[in-house]
């Protein structure tokens, strides 16, 4: 895990909101303010609510310093101090490195919760989860070339600017104004809503194979749902266009990146486990997939992320 201890932060956070009952709420890396204006503590995460007729207040304290070995009691100190200035009912440490000695006698004394989350071997989730990587399978539309054709009926002019425009424009300039949203986006994204419109044109694509030649045309016929090309002599309605371009399906192994176990510190039961693939790209941005088991349940939750890291 991330050494600066948000992964764990976000780890802990997803399987307390999973677990957590309606009418409480979870927060990370809450701050706190003086009445300067000055922050002088931040909570790594924290579940407050209203809890029958009591108000709950949870700080759950998180702490990844594998470089610095066990827990120390002096940061158990430091949650008691925070329980006491702040108010919290409950205070939870979490580490990845386990508790010192004198932590652990210092921790029950004082009765702050502590928990781990620890790495585990593959074999630990065969009840669960036999695969060891997973396949990912995705789609390229690549568009080469787009032919626009508007009504004869068009002044001169305009059919003049239009060209004028096309000839300066590459193909990922966004010039398609949609009538019914407004919104403007580039052929390219026209092309793959009208590839995927169709629906079958990937069913004879080979995986990992050469890409497949398409020419596709698409009429735009419909007064309230068209294309609208924005230039200089005023609006040109767009009545088809002549689109030529590739599709590709390519295969790629995601390997497990990550195995570990979110667990009470006193107890072998688990309270979840996590298997985190390596990053892979999701809808064109870098995204990691988690498989989340609660114990207590049994269930199952798929959870994709942005690695911290990503920018």
Same mark, same amino acid.
């Given at each position: 895990?991330?050494?600066?201890?948000?992964?764990?932060?976000?780890?802990?956070?997803?399987?307390?909101? /999973?677990?957590?009952?309606?009418?409480?709420?979870?927060?990370?890396?809450?701050?706190?303010?003086?009445?300067?204006?000055?922050?002088?503590?931040?909570?790594?995460?924290?579940?407050?609510?209203?809890?029958?007729?009591?108000?709950?207040?949870?700080?759950?304290?998180?702490?990844?310093?594998?470089?610095?070995?066990?827990?120390?009691? +002096?940061?158990?100190?430091?949650?008691?101090?925070?329980?006491?200035?702040?108010?919290?009912?409950?205070? /939870?440490?979490? +580490?990845?490195?386990?508790?010192?000695?004198?932590?652990?006698?210092?921790?029950?004394?004082?009765?702050?919760?502590?928990?781990?989350?620890?790495?585990?071997?593959?074999?630990?989730?065969?009840?669960?989860?036999?695969?060891?990587?997973?396949?990912?399978?995705?789609?390229?539309?690549?568009?080469?070339?787009?032919? *626009?054709?508007?009504?004869?009926?068009?002044?001169?002019?305009?059919?003049?600017?239009?060209?004028?425009?096309?000839?300066?424009?590459?193909?990922?300039?966004?010039?398609?104004?949609?009538?019914?949203?407004?919104?403007?986006?580039?052929?390219?994204?026209?092309?793959?809503?009208?590839?995927?419109?169709?629906?079958?044109?990937?069913?004879?694509?080979?995986?990992?194979?050469?890409?497949?030649?398409?020419?596709?045309?698409?009429?735009?016929?419909?007064?309230?749902?068209?294309?609208? *090309?924005?230039?200089?002599?005023?609006?040109?309605?767009?009545?088809?266009?002549?689109?030529?371009?590739?599709?590709?399906?390519?295969?790629?192994?995601?390997?497990?990146?990550?195995?570990?176990?979110?667990?009470?510190?006193?107890?072998?039961?688990?309270?979840?486990?996590?298997? +985190?693939?390596?990053?892979?790209?999701?809808?064109?941005?870098?995204? +990691?997939?988690?498989?989340?088991?609660?114990?207590?349940?049994?269930?199952?939750?798929?959870?994709?992320?942005?690695?911290?890291?990503?920018?």
């Amino acid at each position: 895990m991330a050494s600066d201890g948000r992964q764990l932060e976000t780890l802990v956070a997803f399987v307390e909101k /999973t677990l957590t009952p309606q009418g409480l709420t979870v927060s990370t890396n809450e701050r706190v303010l003086n009445d300067e204006g000055v922050q002088i503590a931040e909570f790594d995460v924290e579940v407050t609510g209203k809890f029958g007729s009591t108000e709950i207040r949870w700080l759950i304290e998180c702490r990844d310093r594998p470089g610095q070995g066990s827990a120390p009691g +002096s940061w158990i100190e430091q949650l008691v101090g925070r329980r006491a200035r702040f108010g919290f009912n409950k205070v /939870t440490a979490v +580490s990845t490195t386990g508790f010192a000695a004198g932590a652990v006698d210092f921790a029950k004394r004082e009765k702050i919760e502590l928990r781990e989350v620890a790495s585990l071997n593959p074999e630990a989730f065969i009840p669960w989860l036999s695969m060891r990587t997973m396949e990912q399978l995705s789609r390229t539309v690549s568009l080469e070339q787009a032919k *626009i054709v508007v009504d004869a009926t068009e002044p001169d002019n305009r059919k003049h600017a239009l060209e004028s425009l096309l000839a300066n424009t590459p193909l990922d300039a966004p010039i398609l104004r949609s009538t019914k949203t407004g919104k403007c986006g580039p052929l390219a994204h026209a092309f793959l809503s009208s590839v995927e419109a169709v629906g079958n044109l990937f069913d004879d694509v080979i995986v990992n194979g050469p890409a497949k030649h398409i020419d596709l045309n698409v009429d735009y016929t419909s007064d309230d749902d068209h294309f609208a *090309i924005d230039t200089t002599a005023g609006a040109v309605r767009v009545r088809s266009i002549a689109y030529v371009g590739e599709l590709q399906l390519k295969s790629t192994t995601v390997p497990i990146l990550e195995i570990a176990e979110y667990r009470r510190f006193d107890s072998e039961s688990p309270i979840s486990q996590v298997v +985190s693939f390596a990053p892979q790209e999701i809808l064109g941005v870098s995204s +990691s997939l988690e498989l989340h088991r609660i114990a207590e349940t049994g269930e199952i939750h798929l959870r994709i992320h942005r690695p911290l890291d990503a920018d």
